[in-house]
């Protein structure tokens, strides 16, 4: 069976490039192309899609918050961004929207063709370059101080209390918890909480 493939950038030059490389790979078969996020957004609900290449910025809607709603809908969708834009903010919410891959748009063809294809196998995707800064950026996090507030309910998350239990016990209420946890998630640049309770524990925050 194909891989079904589906191309969203802002650049009919790009979406046409990526196009003509995909189809030199005999099990690709690329089953839709739209100029942005919303459209991408529309069509996942009608085209079964194994694999989005995605471009990060985009008119109408971007390909972060497409990602965010295309994986609400269907989170076994792989969705893997190809962008010239590597700084940190961009990176941090592209995982905060659970992409599967983060890579430039230098990529070469035949490397572009493999990465595909380690995304599709359950690797994250992610060039050296922009391993580099995400390492720095969370460590950079870790040596910030957090507030006390902040403190005191990671010291509650750690333990695996809930969004009610951790207000109940600070006596706060529901909503100024969830915007506490929402920043700290922000910091971490993870939105998953699990892994947030694995990076506070792993870091000793």
Not at 92 to 103: H, K, P
């Given at each position: 069976m194909k891989i079904r493939i589906m191309i969203v950038d802002d650049h009919e030059l790009i979406r046409d490039s990526l196009k003509r490389i995909l189809s030199t790979e005999e099990n690709f078969d690329v089953v839709a192309v739209h100029e942005n996020g919303k459209k991408a957004l529309d069509s996942i609900k009608e085209i079964p899609v194994d694999l989005i290449l995605m471009d990060a910025v985009m008119p109408v809607m971007s390909g972060i918050e497409s990602t965010k709603l295309i994986k609400n809908i269907n989170s076994q969708v792989k969705v893997l961004i190809l962008t010239t834009f590597s700084d940190e903010k961009l990176i941090?919410?592209?995982?905060?929207?659970?992409?599967?891959?983060?890579?430039l748009k230098d990529i070469r063809g035949i490397n572009l063709i493999e990465d595909i294809k380690k995304c599709l196998s359950g690797e994250i995707v992610i060039p050296e370059e922009i391993a580099i800064k995400l390492a720095k950026a969370?460590?950079?996090?870790?040596?910030?101080?957090?507030?006390n507030t902040e403190k005191e309910i990671i010291k509650l998350l750690k333990v695996n209390y809930s969004n009610k239990e951790?207000?109940?016990?600070?006596?706060?209420?529901?909503?100024?918890?969830?915007n506490y946890i929402s920043e700290i998630y922000k910091k971490l640049g993870e939105s998953d909480r699990r892994k947030v309770i694995e990076l506070l524990n792993k870091k000793k925050i």
């Open positions: 941090f919410d592209a995982f905060g929207a659970r992409v599967d891959g983060y890579i969370v460590g950079n996090y870790s040596d910030r101080e957090f507030c951790i207000a109940s016990k600070l006596n706060l209420s529901y909503g100024t918890v969830r």
